[in-house]
């Protein structure tokens, strides 16, 4: 278990198609996709990014249900990869928040579609996450992407996720997956 | 481009809960997800099997609307990942459609969660994927799995992606994003 790895998936400051700065809407899906995802690869938290009160009561009324509700006894496995959600308002709270878990400095990775120059492999990030030591929150844009003041922010931008061509559009919650797999996957298989 | 790989998203037969063979609900979000995700990778086809010609024709509605209707102006990136995909009754369908396009038998690779004795690693299946004189059909099940009569059916059974844990309860369209970055993924980012 990776226990010094958490993530965020954040709705404001992100772009919408024409590159203005907006806050999104939490989706369903990426609540439950991204915590089964997470929970699979053994990552300490996930924090759902948003300033709107309405949305983080929502994702708390869906987090409640498949803890202390009706969910929980249906469905354990759910409850155990919801478990790991924390909603807070802004990324810097979500950086305090896991650096009072840990005691320590929490280093932020950024990530996005777009190669950046002093963008660090895959490679590189899997080695330095092998220093339990040192936590890392990994951030994840919804919309068009981090607005670029979360970069400007991050300690690190981690290299895109590229396929085979140039098309690439994947969903969040599959660069994610792809993610997870790369930096803590098991590839003896 | 790898031309010589094809996905099915089976939806029967599969097993539920209870380990009973059910035709499961197509839902909007493995339509788009994997779409998305078999576009970036270069795939040459997405089938989604249903015998339920009311599922068949609400599939059809959905890539319609995004090739010529209005969605398709608003989102060409969209539209080439719906553009991909045909729905077929069975995974015999499938596998005929596609040896048709390619004049060449079709091996069918079954997938699961659980470990199998006969499986092919991830590594062996990438030089397979090599020879692009070959087809290949990765199968995926819905609710609880493939049916056995599927991995009978089938030529090769891929080894399941492994998280790092005993917990591995990964959404359906985030282990094929696994899948397809371990089969044809550009490692040297």
């Not at 092998?130 to 690190?156: N, S, V």
Request: proline share 5%; hydrophobic share 40%; charged share 20%.
């Amino acid at each position: 278990m990776c226990m010094n790895l958490a993530v965020a998936l954040v709705h404001y400051p992100v772009y919408n198609k024409n590159r203005e700065i907006v806050t999104t809407a939490v989706t369903n899906l990426d609540i439950h996709d991204i915590a089964r995802t997470a929970r699979t690869y053994g990552l300490q938290r996930y924090y759902i990014v948003t300033p709107s009160p309405e949305q983080q009561a929502m994702v708390n009324r869906i987090t409640t249900h498949w803890d202390t509700g009706w969910g929980g006894g249906y469905n354990p496995d759910r409850k155990a990869a919801l478990s790991l959600i924390k909603v807070l308002p802004t990324v810097a709270d979500a950086v305090k928040d896991f650096q009072q878990k840990f005691c320590k400095p929490v280093e932020i990775i950024a990530t996005g579609a777009k190669p950046k120059d002093d963008a660090v492999s895959f490679r590189t990030l899997r080695q330095k996450l092998q220093d339990q030591d040192k936590p890392y929150l990994l951030i994840l844009g919804t919309g068009w992407g981090l607005a670029d003041q979360l970069f400007e922010k991050a300690e690190l931008t981690l290299a895109p996720v590229n396929g085979a061509g140039d098309y690439n559009h994947l969903p969040v919650r599959a660069a994610f997956a792809i993610m997870m797999d790369r930096l803590l996957g098991d590839f003896r298989s």
